[in-house]
């Protein structure tokens, strides 16, 4: 038999024994199966309750004979129906009649708990037939032409029935051509497991009654195998059995399997990749910018949104990895663009303060969401008086990318706060943002957890991604679709992308770029944060009296603060020292002492600045 292996599901040629085999498959697969279950219902036990019920019932119908004769004597007695004696023999037989019926039903259930073999049941079915075909020709001796065709009809049964259990159960082995695919034993186990025969014998067992597999198929992504669904079944039912058809097969963990429609309305296809294409290097460089990993169906690189984004994942699923892809692609935009980063944990955040706003409480939180607000308001108008519908990103006013992770955090702050305004920010934001180029991009990892996803916000975020989910609610939950299976995905770095172009439930996972290096932020050149009190100003727009220069810069580039003209030797700046730190040093020196007025100045969040100021102080560094 040869496999042809030039389209997704090649198809197989095969020998007249060959053809044989698999239309004898499923009667042997029957015999087999039903032999099993006999053998299995053959216990000790099982034989002490027939011997129990047949005794039962041999006294059973003893004692109705016995009643049945004393009630004819009682009749023969006496011709009253009514006397007491015929009376008592008619209760005495109706109550040896049901207690006979009785016994009769628990000894077929006794029988059907310790059946006959299922080779005796057909020793005695041939033998029952051979002797009526023995009698009628016999009983047709008179005729020559009458006398074998019984004894032939017999014998040719009893050779058809032993040639189909031996050509049922024959193996079929496969005639490689060069270059033809070679199974690998677990392949061939799982291919084993996967036929028709087998899954025939299986299905009931493993609760997938009402399919019915086809051959399957080895390809060079792995295994394809149809399963035909009855009436009562959908794709979506047979999608939610996914864990038992695994089982069935026999998968090894964290092997990926796909189900996907069929070619007809009720065939379903599953694809198990054990010949998945290698993948290419994952790790994240900025070469990769724009894409969030890549389609591990067609191997190509999936891109990143543009607009407002949901992102959701259980822990450890890869929330963060994700994130700086997203963040390393907007720092090396041609655009012009500013990160705003809200993070309720604040570790990721500090790994991103040379080069972006980051706000990690609930009061940095307020502040900065008020300056968006306002920004907003300023864009608003600015478009109103020059008849554009869709703000255009300068370096003076760039586009802002609002980062909030660990959202579910960020709405707890609100409510412990007593209203901040953090929420009713955030959800203006969401709504008002896209035409003035001020993008969301929301991250939880409790999706259900109260408002993990705030609705308002939700209903205004138009791409959603996807990482391992913990359950089906939670999926359809960051989703916003049903019939998706991220909480079926196996392990870290898989991914499924709901964005136009890829809103079928039945695509394949992404894998996203490796992003893991916690050195990887430090790569990016060091760039004035934004900051509300900064916009508007050109790069060479002058500095407030008294205050060192700042520089707005593009993408790429490095954040300026000129030094002052002349410092003395006392006035060096000491080595070891991070670019905030060096900043809110400079500042200092300048006669600026106030954390608002630093933040103002160097436009780095009052947080990072207060952090900077101890930094300093604890390593008894002079600030004047």
């Not at 259930?109 to 310790?114: L, T």
């Not at 429609?261 to 009720?266: I, N, T």
């Not at 999706?447 to 996807?466: E, K």
Request: proline residues 5%; charged residues 25%; positive net charge.
């Amino acid at each position: 038999m040869t496999t042809n292996t030039s389209s997704p599901l090649p198809k197989r040629q095969t020998t007249t024994l060959d053809a044989v085999t698999l239309a004898c498959a499923p009667f042997a697969a029957w015999w087999d199966a039903e032999a099993d279950r006999r053998n299995k219902l053959r216990t000790p036990e099982h034989l002490k309750a027939l011997i129990k019920a047949q005794t039962a019932h041999n006294a059973a119908r003893a004692t109705e004979r016995q009643a049945t004769a004393q009630a004819r004597l009682a009749r023969k007695g006496s011709k009253n129906p009514w006397a007491s004696a015929r009376r008592a023999a008619r209760t005495s037989s109706k109550a040896a009649r049901s207690n006979r019926r009785a016994s009769a039903t628990a000894l077929g259930e006794a029988r059907a708990n310790y059946p006959a073999t299922i080779r005796s049941v057909a020793v005695r079915v041939h033998m029952g037939h051979s002797a009526t075909a023995t009698a009628a020709a016999v009983v047709l001796s008179t005729s020559a032409d009458w006398t074998v065709w019984p004894v032939l009809t017999s014998a040719s049964l009893v050779a058809g029935h032993v040639g189909a259990l031996l050509a049922g159960r024959r193996r079929v082995v496969a005639e490689v051509e060069a270059g033809a695919l070679v199974p690998t034993a677990e392949e061939q186990r799982l291919m084993d497991r996967l036929a028709p025969a087998a899954w025939a014998e299986a299905a009931e067992r493993f609760k997938l009654t009402g399919t019915l597999s086809g051959e399957p198929l080895l390809t060079d992504r792995g295994i394809a195998c149809s399963v035909r669904l009855d009436d009562a079944l959908t794709l979506a039912d047979f999608k939610g059995k996914a864990t038992l058809v695994r089982k069935l097969a026999g998968a090894r963990t964290g092997l990926r399997m796909d189900i996907k429609a069929g070619e007809y309305e009720d065939r379903a296809e599953i694809l198990l990749r054990t010949r998945a294409a290698e993948l290419p290097d994952m790790t994240w460089t900025p070469e990769k910018a724009g894409t969030i990993g890549i389609d591990t169906d067609t191997m190509e690189p999936v891109q990143i949104p543009k607009s407002r984004i949901s992102i959701a994942a259980t822990s450890g699923a890869g929330k963060s990895v994700l994130l700086r892809t997203i963040l390393g692609t907007a720092l090396v935009a041609e655009e012009p663009t500013a990160i705003v980063y809200i993070d309720a944990k604040g570790e990721e955040s500090a790994l991103w303060a040379h080069c972006v706003r980051e706000a990690y409480t609930a009061e940095d939180t307020a502040a900065v969401v008020a300056e968006i607000l306002a920004e907003g308001e300023e864009r608003r108008d600015a478009m109103r008086a020059a008849g554009v519908a869709t703000h255009v990103p300068t370096a003076e006013r760039p586009r802002l990318l609002v980062v909030v992770d660990e959202g579910a955090e960020v709405i707890a702050w609100d409510t412990a706060a007593k209203k901040l305004g953090i929420l009713s920010g955030l959800q203006s934001i969401a709504q008002t943002g896209r035409s003035r180029r001020i993008d969301l991009i929301w991250c939880t990892q409790k999706p259900t957890y109260g408002d993990g996803i705030d609705r308002l916000i939700s209903g205004n975020l138009t791409d959603r991604i996807g990482l391992k989910t913990l359950s089906r609610v939670e999926t359809e939950t960051v989703m916003s679709a049903p019939d998706f299976a991220n909480h079926q995905l196996d392990g870290a770095g898989l991914a499924y992308v709901r964005m136009p172009g890829r809103n079928s439930p039945s695509q394949a996972p992404v894998r996203v770029w490796d992003a893991s290096d916690d050195g990887l932020p430090k790569k990016f050149a060091a760039r004035t944060p934004w900051a509300k009190s900064l916009a508007g100003q050109s790069s060479e727009s002058a500095p407030a009296e008294g205050r060192a220069p700042l520089r707005l810069v593009k993408s790429g580039a490095s954040a300026e603060i000129p030094a002052p003209a002349a410092e003395s030797p006392s006035e060096e700046i000491p080595s070891g020292l991070t670019d905030n730190q060096v900043a809110v040093l400079k500042a200092m020196r300048s006669g600026v002492t106030k954390t608002t007025e630093i933040a103002e100045l160097t436009g780095i969040n009052k947080g990072s600045v207060s952090k900077a100021k101890a930094a300093l102080e604890k390593r008894g560094i002079k600030v004047a």
